[in-house]
């Protein structure tokens, strides 16, 4: 009797196609990329089984199967339920590290201007600074604060204020380098953590930033523009320089800039 082969064979194609909801789950949350071409390749891959599975029924239907059949039968049986535990115990790992990897770039980003937060910096200024030193490279730190913002806020509202900060950190993403780090580390105020770069190309890249700040006027809501300046400082580590030392220089050289007229970039040169 074929009914038991039939039975099997027919039991693992349904195996495997149930496999190919979880396969498309895990394509639905996988970024474009290589291990997403795979997860395409086995889900044909699969396809290509159940095809190959429903031929071999076919061959031996209307003969006799033999216990060789019948073993050949049960293993494609168990090779379908197997298939499919696997591709649900993917499904379940893959959606459970998005969302771990979403809730760790929730925690260092600051959510209004999506830009890393203070307690991205804290962690990554000793990080950056044992680079240097090892390297033996410079570093340097950026501290850009809008002119006047108070006057934003207290003249248009929060809901422009806000908007303007989105419009200024945007602006120095565009500006800095593939591999510097933007933290928002006040209300209005913004670290450019810079590796690899020296003073003076570190108060150019300031210059670059302040001059893309002030550059156009900012549109609002009711139609209205309004124009916004920046004030820098900046400092590179100096030798044997703690990170606090550091990051202290940064904001003296900030606070001199607002002193000396504000929209303008002041630099502070490390003792040695």
Not at 131 to 146: K, V, Y
Not at 242 to 264: C, I, S, V
């Amino acid at each position: 009797m074929t009914w038991p082969f039939l039975t099997m064979i027919g039991v693992g194609i349904v195996l495997l196609g149930m496999s190919l909801m979880p396969i498309a789950s895990i394509l639905r949350t996988l970024a474009e990329g290589r291990i997403r071409a795979l997860w395409g390749c086995l889900r044909v891959l699969i396809v290509a089984f159940m095809a190959g599975y429903a031929t071999f029924a076919t061959l031996i239907v209307g003969t006799a199967p033999t216990t060789a059949d019948l073993v050949v039968a049960a293993i494609l049986m168990a090779g379908g339920g197997f298939v499919l535990i696997v591709a649900r115990l993917s499904a379940l790992t893959t959606i459970d590290l998005v969302r771990i990897a979403a809730l760790e770039r929730d925690v260092i980003l600051d959510p209004l201007t999506g830009t890393f937060n203070r307690r991205y910096l804290d962690a990554k200024i000793d990080e950056e600074v044992d680079r240097a030193r090892q390297d033996g490279q410079p570093l340097s730190a950026l501290l850009i604060d809008l002119d006047h913002f108070k006057r934003i806020n207290d003249n248009y509202g929060h809901p422009v204020g806000d908007l303007v900060l989105r419009y200024v950190s945007a602006r120095i993403v565009e500006r800095v380098r593939a591999g510097d780090a933007v933290v928002r580390y006040g209300g209005e105020e913004f670290v450019v953590l810079a590796p690899d770069c020296a003073l003076d190309a570190a108060a150019a890249l300031a210059e670059q930033v302040r001059l893309g700040i002030s550059e156009h006027e900012i549109a609002l809501p009711d139609g209205r523009k309004i124009a916004v300046t920046a004030s820098a400082g900046v400092a590179s580590l100096g030798s044997g320089e703690a990170p606090p030392d550091f990051l202290r220089r940064m904001d003296e050289a900030l606070y001199a800039a607002k002193r000396t007229g504000r929209n303008r970039v002041y630099r502070s040169v490390a003792m040695t």
